[in-house]
């Protein structure tokens, strides 16, 4: 008998160590349980009769009351397409017009990373999650205070993005609020993300004088401007329109002058419903499907099929109050009825999820992130924008809350991907021999390790251990283990991924303040 439980016990041992050592192994990218670019579309809050009317109202929008403000070249290079210049001064643009700029715009683009095997295809419904917003405060958790962020604050928070699988892409998340000068700014912004990964990065421009000499430093990190323009790195965050209804003239000649560059555009019109939006969610979609539809005229007039993201954001407003409200269900529901609208156009588009309102990372924080990241994937959104680190409704950005959300991602990723349905995953086989034939459970049978690594995904961070294991374990505090992750991977970052010859003579030419 004791004989007989030493084998049993051999045989649990020896099935754990074989389920530990499948864990610690490396998968091949194909066949992770989650991994960049898998296609949602599964959840639709829009009919196709919806879709239809939305599209229809957007055209009325761009004919009868058109967009005020364009910059005189702007006016040139729409006009020059067709669109019409009222005696009001507003931009009015035919139905034809549209459909025509349309027909040419750029389709299954891909946005490039200095490390090809983090490139972006956009096309379909394929889902990507990353960083962006202007957060001008990092959230301390350990104090439980806001300080205003740095350049090396968003320096750190690439280097992060760089080594978290769930992360795909890296926008500027924060301000550089140490850099006075706006030019320094410009460059800190762009050096501090591509320092810190090699994945794509976006970034903006406060001033359309500035970009010239940020496209030097551009240049440099590609080696040349030859191999910048074959594979662009960077994109442009671009709100070329200030809502509602009315073009951002700096942001336009920036548009303009990143077009002429080679630079990838992210079309971001931002209104906020029941103040520079309709309150009504569906015309908050119109408009900013009006908006990003002019921006499509604007672009395509141009340089036809030049790479462009159709960045419909529409914020929410809290009614009671006027002030934005991220974290909403609302914001939900209009970032996915957004993504609707893309694959409508056929054209790549990106949107705002994963907003926090709550200050810190903590459980209104995770239902917040979690419910609009999880619906804009299953919605096929292409570009989900924010969906990491952002809380008090864009004002703050938090390191820690950046690595808690890679294992948030993962989850979320994990519902996009769904149920594999085959001939093999459905087969009674497996069940016929262990109701039959075998020991009556699933644990340490083939197909179970077989399936291991492959159909499930597994967190870095969050705790699933008994009470009993989590108190012998010291009780581990979530954010506690987030610091210490953040730290670890700090700690081991390379100060730059950045060819150190290629960083001496940045520095020597620029000054850098990370």
Not at 113 to 128: F, I, M, N
Not at 386 to 407: I, K, R, T
Not at 444 to 468: C, N
Request: proline fraction near 5%; charged fraction near 20%.
């Amino acid at each position: 008998m004791a004989d007989d439980c030493a084998v049993a016990a051999s045989r649990r041992s020896g099935g754990r160590a074989a389920r530990v050592a499948l864990r610690a192994a490396p998968l091949a990218e194909n066949i992770r349980p989650v991994r960049p670019g898998l296609s949602g579309g599964q959840y639709k809050p829009l009919s196709d009769a919806n879709v239809k009317r939305i599209h229809e109202a957007a055209l009325d929008a761009l004919e009868q009351i058109g967009l005020a403000n364009a910059p005189k070249s702007g006016v040139e290079i729409m006009t020059g397409a067709g669109a019409i210049l009222g005696d009001d001064g507003r931009i009015r643009f035919p139905r034809a017009l549209v459909e025509d700029m349309l027909s040419i715009a750029a389709r299954d683009i891909t946005l490039y990373a200095r490390d090809p095997k983090q490139d972006l295809e956009l096309s379909g419904t394929r889902v990507y999650y990353g960083t962006a917003g202007a957060a001008v405060h990092v959230v301390d958790v350990e104090k439980r205070e806001y300080r205003e962020s740095t350049a090396k604050d968003l320096l750190n928070a690439a280097q992060l993005v760089h080594h978290l699988d769930n992360v795909h892409f890296f926008q500027r998340a924060m301000v550089c609020r140490d850099v006075a000068d706006n030019f320094l700014m410009d460059i800190n912004t762009l050096y501090a993300c591509c320092a810190g990964t090699t994945k794509h990065v976006g970034t903006s421009f406060s001033d359309p004088a500035h970009v010239d000499g940020c496209f030097d430093l551009i240049h440099m990190i590609a080696g040349g401007e030859d191999k910048w323009r074959a594979r662009p790195f960077v994109s442009n965050s671009n709100c070329f329109v200030v809502p509602p209804m009315k073009f951002a003239e700096e942001s336009c000649i920036t548009m303009e002058k990143c077009i002429r560059a080679g630079m990838p555009i992210l079309l971001l019109s931002a209104g906020q419903a029941g103040a520079t939006a309709p309150a009504p969610l569906a015309t908050a979609i119109v408009q900013a499907v009006a908006e990003c539809l002019a921006g499509v005229v604007y672009v395509n007039a141009m340089a036809p099929g030049h790479p462009a993201v159709f960045g419909t954001w529409p914020f929410v407003s809290d009614l009671r109050t006027g002030a934005m409200s991220g974290g909403s269900g609302e914001q939900a529901l209009l970032t996915a009825g957004c993504a609707q609208m893309h694959q409508f156009y056929r054209l790549p588009g990106g949107a705002a999820a994963g907003i926090a309102d709550a200050k810190l990372p903590d459980m209104q924080a995770g239902w917040e992130q979690a419910i609009s990241n999880v619906m804009a994937g299953l919605s096929g959104l292409n570009m989900v924008y924010e969906a990491v680190g952002m809380h008090a409704s864009l004002l703050g950005f938090c390191l820690e809350s950046l690595v808690l959300g890679d294992d948030l991602l993962g989850q979320v990723q994990r519902c996009i991907r769904g149920i594999d349905v085959t001939e093999d995953s459905v087969s009674l086989e497996t069940m016929r021999s262990v109701c039959l034939e075998g020991p009556g459970h699933y644990l340490g049978h083939p197909q179970t390790l077989g399936l291991m690594q492959t159909e499930y995904i597994y967190p870095a961070v969050a705790d699933r251990t008994s009470p009993k294991e989590w108190v012998e374990i010291g009780r581990p505090d979530l954010v506690a283990k987030a610091i210490e992750k953040k730290n670890r991977i700090l700690a081991e970052a390379a100060p730059s991924v950045i060819a150190p010859e290629i960083d001496r003579a940045i520095r020597e030419k620029f000054q850098i303040f990370c």
